[in-house]
T-cell receptor, first 112, second 110 residues
């Protein structure tokens, strides 16, 4: 069974630009979660999508947004990039409870 | 108070040693609990779920004390490949949202 996939692996942008990150969940998983992990810090919850709807978001500004497509893949958009947005962005997917989340390899975003 | 508190370590132990990690969580509404491991600059990978009755998976044993809001992980016969950061992860009821701390770093030395 294929795992969670994310693209691109690395992304380099400059301040003020927009970044788009993509995630494909494990087949059969309907929920997608996004996390940010800045260097030396723990994972911070960003967004949760389930069945195409945004179910919850973490304590991040509105320039962090996303969506989930009918095939359950998801996209994270970060507008007006700031230097502190440089981090590893992880996507995780989950089937129905009580299963837990399985993570993709992440996209490393660098903002110059 | 942080939602998840772990000793950041590092724990430097020789191969074959037994090592224990502890974790406390503050959200009493947490419903499920997991241990993940994260290798440097990689994604977290599920190590095991944690049940109130305690559970064992090979060399790994996890325990949960809901009254004390305390979780533990015991690793026996440590291997070099066990070197990683271990994350104690409570899951919030309803949202299934995982809460991560910074984890505990383990280095197993030859």
């Amino acid at each position: 069974e294929a795992g969670v996939t994310q693209s691109p692996t690395h992304l380099i942008k400059t301040r003020g630009q927009q970044a788009t990150l993509r995630c494909s969940p494990i087949s059969g998983h309907t929920s997608v979660y996004w996390y940010q992990q800045a260097l030396g810090l723990g994972l911070q919850f960003l967004l949760w999508y389930d069945e195409g709807e945004e179910r919850n978001r973490g304590n991040f500004p509105p320039r962090f947004s996303g969506r989930q497509f009918p095939n359950y893949s998801s996209e994270l958009n970060v507008n007006a990039l700031e230097l502190e947005d440089s981090a590893l962005y992880l996507c995780a997917s989950r089937r129905d409870a009580p299963d837990t989340q399985y993570f993709g390899p992440g996209t490393r975003l660098t903002v110059l | 108070r942080k939602e998840v508190e772990q000793d950041p370590g590092p724990f430097n132990v020789p191969e074959g040693a037994t090592v224990a990690f502890n974790c406390t969580y503050s959200n009493s509404a947490s419903q499920s609990f997991f241990w993940y491991r994260q290798d440097c600059r990689k994604e977290p990978k599920l190590l095991m779920s944690v049940y109130s009755s305690g559970n064992e998976d090979g060399r790994f044993t996890a325990q949960l004390n809901r009254a004390s809001q305390y979780i533990s992980l015991l690793i026996r016969d440590s291997k070099l490949s066990d070197s990683a950061t271990y994350l104690c992860v409570p899951e919030r009821a309803g949202s299934y949202q995982l809460t991560f701390g910074k984890g505990t770093k383990l280095s197993v030395i030859p």
